[in-house]
């Protein structure tokens, strides 16, 4: 499997290092050369300094066609337009954006971005903890597939929709 991840923060570091280790083809791009430092010197991906908004340096990271995309950084704004990106532009097959607002995590997953909400995985794990039940919402939702709103009409004549 081929993944890039965008942000190698905590969270996409850990990720970077568990799909190496695992034998996967991992590129990791962040903004701070500095970030890589998270990565364990046994890590056999690839490290690109960019932004994951930016679509040059996506492609420069060999994302178009990559088997799975993560947006990891801390920005729910900037998981959301690297993700965008991956996913209409490259033709990544699994999108995932990390959210924090569970709101805008569904709404996302709406329009088809897959979603990883950290505050409703969090709550949820704390109220298993102290033995509660779970909030009910789904920490990770997977982007629902919408065809694009011209298809139905694509091809369609003037006459045609008239009828």
């Keep these: 499997m081929r993944a890039v991840i965008v942000g190698c923060g905590r969270v996409g570091a850990t990720m970077a290092r568990a799909l190496d280790t695992a034998g996967h083809d ?6 701070s050369t500095r970030a890589f430092d998270r990565l364990p010197a046994t890590f056999r991906g690839s ?9 040059d340096t996506l492609r420069r ?8 995309f993560l947006a990891l950084t801390e920005g729910d704004n900037r998981n959301v337009m690297a993700a965008q990106l991956a996913q209409e532009a490259l ?21 088809g971005i897959g979603t990883l909400c950290r ?3 969090m709550a949820d794990a704390l109220l298993a903890a102290i033995g509660q039940p779970g ?14 709103p011209g298809a139905a009409l694509a091809g369609t004549g003037r006459d045609d ?3």
């Excluded at 991992?26 to 903004?31: R, Y």
């Excluded at 033709?91 to 329009?111: I, Q, S, W």
């Excluded at 789904?138 to 694009?148: K, L, M, N, Q, T």
Aim: glycine share 10%; net charge negative; charged share 25%.
């Design 91 to 111: 033709a990544v097959g699994r999108v995932y954006a990390k959210v924090n607002d569970p709101v805008r995590a569904k709404a996302y997953a709406e329009l």
């Design 119 to 121: 505050t409703t995985m």
């Design 135 to 148: 909030g009910g919402e789904p920490s990770i939702r997977e982007g629902v597939a919408h065809a694009h």
């Design 26 to 31: 991992v590129t990791i791009i962040d903004l």
């Design 161 to 163: 929709l008239e009828a």
């Design 47 to 55: 490290a690109l300094r960019g932004d994951g908004t930016d679509e």
């Design 61 to 68: 990271a060999a994302t178009e066609g990559a088997d799975l």
